[in-house]
Structure formats: structure tokens, C-alpha cells
């Protein structure tokens, strides 16, 4: 799912959402392990601008190897940092008004991994793609 953030909120039944427009599963199946991949898009229907926020659950004995956001032609995939740069160069990028991208696991629920999207103009879509191994 992925929703629109607003610190604001104090209560889980005041959230919004951005629509999914589109969803495909992949799935490969090797002895017994399975390697999906999972792409969908969603589209900012509101009039202004939105942080978005995925959360994506996840199996416990699954491991996400790939990650790729794109809005527009601009594409970003995923690379592993120290969480608290990939913090600061997150809410860098936001502050000069640009596009990013953070994907950290959840320390409450250790099957739930969050993406924060950053800027989604508005009437744009935002085409996810999240691959793991299972």
C-alpha cells in the first residue's frame, strides 16, 4: 500500500492513500525457494504534491534484493547505507525539492520493510518494482 504521509494524523482512520492503477506478480519457482518480483503503479490523484509512504510485508525468511522506484523518466534503485546517512541524504534531497527514495525495515514488526517515496507530483505515477527470495 502506499499512503500519504502527514504527521499530523492521530489516528490510523484518517489516513489516505494513493490508488493502485496497476499490479503484476512474477513468481519463479527453484526446489524450494521462489524468487518474485512484484511491479505497480500508483498515481497521485490529489491537487498538490504528496510525500508517499509504502509499506511493503514481507515473510519472515524472505530477503529483498532489488528495489526500483521511477517517476517520469527519472529512475532511482536501491543502494545500502548506514541508516542514519541515508536519513540525511533523504530529507536532503526533499528539502532542495527533489525526488527520493528511503527503504528501512520496520524495528517494530521485523515483516515489514517501509519506502518512503518522497515527492509525488501531482497526477504523476510512481511505477514500483521489488524483487526477494523466499
Known sequence: MLRIKNNLQA????EKYVPLKQVNIE????????????????RNDESTPIE???????EEQAAIYSFIAQIDDRQIEAKLKEKKEAQKQYNNALQQGHGAYLLEQNENS?????????????????HITISYVT
Do not use: M, W
Not at 519457482?29 to 518474485?36: E, G, K, L, R, T
Not at 508517499?52 to 514481507?58: E, G, Q, R, S, T
Open 52 to 58: 508517499a509512504v509504502y509499506c511493503f510485508p514481507i
Open 110 to 126: 521485523q515483516d515489514n520493510f517501509i519506502i518512503n517515496i518522497g515527492a509525488l507530483p501531482p497526477g504523476k505515477e510512481c
Open 11 to 14: 489516528n490510523l482512520s484518517q
Open 27 to 42: 513468481g519463479k519457482i527453484h526446489s524450494f525457494a521462489a524468487d518474485v518480483t512484484i511491479k505497480q503503479i500508483f
